[in-house]
């Protein structure tokens, strides 16, 4: 499939998230809601933006015992979340079960079943902070092992870095989604990522799904920032 964009919306107030949706709503793109939207407004908001019109990524990033991530996988996806993510590293029946319990439960609400990711290295670490929470080897090396995990859980895909992207599918394959943070386009800044790639470079590398957040959400023109990107992911193709 095509690479496609999806748009953070790190927000916690009404008037920025309805600035940030005026701005994208004739765009074609994914958002993605995480801990800071869901904490101020709640789930509900995963429904707002479908009935937006808006695919919906849920970052909620789920990380417990199996049976507390399938209920909790249960009640997002009758949200109706296009994508949501758990931990790799909760291990491989975890995975299992919020795919199998999101899957039943948007059956059951007579919805499409909501993509699952997992989590492997966050981009925000770089080789001495992996090494520093306990990961063996390199992030490239740690991501690829999270990866099979969340393979052999049922997932998806994951969630990587762009410089994991091509590794991944190489080793669970090509339909094995990945799902892409920390792009920057050129010229602007890392901030607080340190493994980045520009959208050019990301669709190049296999991304799937591209995350970008204060380079859209932070210009002064959002729309223009974003048609700017989506235009540079095109040239990819």
Not at 18 to 26: F, N, Q, W
Not at 74 to 79: Q, S, T
């Amino acid at each position: 499939m095509a690479a496609r964009l999806i748009v953070a919306l790190d927000v916690s107030e009404e008037e920025p998230l309805r600035r940030l949706l005026k701005a994208l709503k004739d765009q074609p793109v994914w958002v993605k809601v995480g801990l800071e939207a869901l904490s101020a407004f709640g789930l509900d908001l995963v429904r707002r933006l479908t009935d937006a019109g808006f695919p919906v990524f849920a970052d909620v990033k789920y990380h417990d015992i199996p049976n507390t991530v399938a209920a909790a996988s249960r009640l997002l996806a009758r949200k109706g979340a296009s994508l949501f993510n758990v931990h790799c590293a909760g291990g491989a029946a975890m995975c299992r079960a919020a795919r199998e319990a999101s899957e039943e439960a948007a059956a059951a609400a007579g919805l499409p079943r909501p993509l699952v990711a997992g989590v492997t290295i966050l981009t925000s670490l770089g080789p001495a902070e992996v090494a520093e929470v306990g990961y063996g080897g390199t992030p490239r090396e740690a991501a690829l092992r999270l990866a099979r995990v969340g393979k052999a859980g049922g997932l998806d895909g994951v969630v990587c870095s762009v410089h994991e992207a091509r590794a991944v599918k190489e080793a669970c394959g090509e339909e094995f989604l990945t799902v892409c943070p920390g792009i920057r386009p050129a010229g602007t800044e890392a901030q607080d990522q340190k493994r980045i790639a520009t959208p050019r470079g990301a669709v190049e590398a296999g991304a799937d799904f591209l995350v970008v957040g204060r380079p859209v959400t932070g210009a002064p023109d959002p729309t223009a920032a974003c048609a700017a990107i989506l235009e540079e992911m095109a040239s990819a193709g």
